[in-house]
């Protein structure tokens, strides 16, 4: 009988937890408990028990947690193509030098901007070529008349 509210008990707290983390991976632990419950019932000795619970646990896991996170959508990662700005014009809104990182506008966003050329120097208003991107920060160059 004690077996019976172990295999119970493991059950209802897996889907408590489950509940809370909705992540599809305790529900696993919850539905092999019901496995090993089953065995139970129908009088399999405990080791079985304990194997068909590791079984059916593991299967779910690997195998339909996947197709479940996959089915439910969750949240899609948004994918920026900042790439879209490489050899677009942008208009310097704070002083850009060497050493001193500034501001540039490019297709209506703002963003830091460097020179990589210690020659350069760019002031606001003036209007810069994105030659690349390094990190979070575009490379201007000069912009060709």
Known sequence: MEVLWFWLIL????????????????????????GALLVYLFGGPFWL??????????????????????????KKEER?????????????????????????????KEWTAIVKSRDLEFSPGDEVLVKEIEGVKLVVVKLKD
């Open 11 to 34: 059950i209802i707290v897996m889907i408590l937890v489950e509940l809370m983390t909705v992540s599809f991976g305790f529900i696993s632990f919850g539905i092999g408990g019901i």
């Open 80 to 108: 920026l193509n900042a790439n879209i700005v490489i050899d677009k014009t942008a208009i310097v809104t704070e002083k850009i030098s060497f050493n001193f990182p500034g501001a540039v506008k490019v297709l209506g």
């Open 49 to 74: 028990q304990l194997v068909v619970f590791i079984l059916i646990s593991l299967l779910v896991l690997i195998f339909l947690r996947p197709v479940v996170l996959k089915t439910l959508g969750g």
